[in-house]
């Protein structure tokens, strides 16, 4: 079974450029997690879709960043303009989707990971 | 609001010794609690789990209990090898909530032969 897929692998820009990653993740999971993870740090929930639907999406700064998942499979997440402080690796996970019960696995794609100079 | 602290690292130990990584949490509710690994080079993958008060979740000679009274879930094992060297997260998620997983800070590993 394909794992989850992420590119591209490594980003450099500048700051205030604009930056997209993609993530496809794993077949026939509904439900696609981004997380930010900065240097040292866990990583950190930016937003979370079921289907094509958003979920939550109370932790993405939406004045720059932008996420899509159109037709409930690949998505997209977008920074414009970056700052140097987006300076992380993101993170692509998904799970199977609601009713699994607790505990449910999320599935964690390589990770991009973005400096903005 | 619900967080995951872990004891800072680096952990530095000689193979075969014995591993314990420190992990408490604050939750508003019962969570499940989760410990994922991250090796050098690749993405972060679970490594066991506990949903419910008790539980010991286990995996590759690694053991974590769900300690609700003490609000813990140490992951321990037994005797290390260099091949454990990775950087740990503990982490906690609520199945009303999405799922959603909230990490601690992580936890390196080096384990030296």
């Known amino acids: 079974e394909a794992g989850v897929a992420q590119s591209p692998r490594y980003k450099i820009i500048e700051k205030r450029q604009s930056v997209a990653f993609w993530c496809n993740p794993i077949?026939?999971?509904?439900?696609l997690y981004w997380y930010q993870q900065i240097l040292g740090q866990g990583p950190k929930l930016l937003i979370q879709?079921?289907?094509?639907?958003?979920?939550?999406d109370s932790q993405l700064p939406k004045d720059r960043f932008s996420a899509e998942r159109l037709k409930g499979v690949d998505s997209t997440l977008k920074i414009q303009p970056a700052k140097l402080e987006d300076s992380a690796v993101y993170l692509c996970?998904?799970?199977?989707?609601?009713?699994?019960?607790?505990?449910?696995?999320?599935?964690f794609g390589p990770g991009t990971r973005l400096l903005v100079l | 609001g619900d967080s995951v602290t872990q004891m800072e690292g680096p952990v530095t130990l000689s193979e075969e010794a014995f591993l314990t990584i420190n992990c408490t949490y604050t939750?508003?509710?019962?969570?499940?609690l989760f410990w994922y690994v991250q090796y050098p080079g690749e993405g972060l993958q679970l490594l066991l789990k506990?949903?419910?008060?008790?539980d010991k979740g286990s995996n590759k000679g690694f053991e974590a209990t769900y300690r609700k009274e003490t609000t813990s879930f140490h992951l321990e094992k037994g005797s290390v090898q260099v091949s454990d060297s990775a950087v740990y997260f503990c982490?906690?998620?609520?199945?009303?909530?999405?799922?959603?997983?909230?990490f601690g800070g992580g936890t390196r590993l080096m384990v030296k032969p």
């Open positions: 996970a998904s799970s199977l989707g609601p009713g699994r019960g607790k505990g449910e696995t999320q599935y």
């Open positions: 077949s026939g999971h509904a439900t």
């Open positions: 879709f079921q289907n094509n639907g958003v979920v939550d």
């Open positions: 939750a508003t509710g019962y969570p499940s």
């Open positions: 506990a949903t419910k008060a008790d």
């Open positions: 982490a906690l998620s609520y199945n009303n909530a999405g799922n959603m997983l909230t």
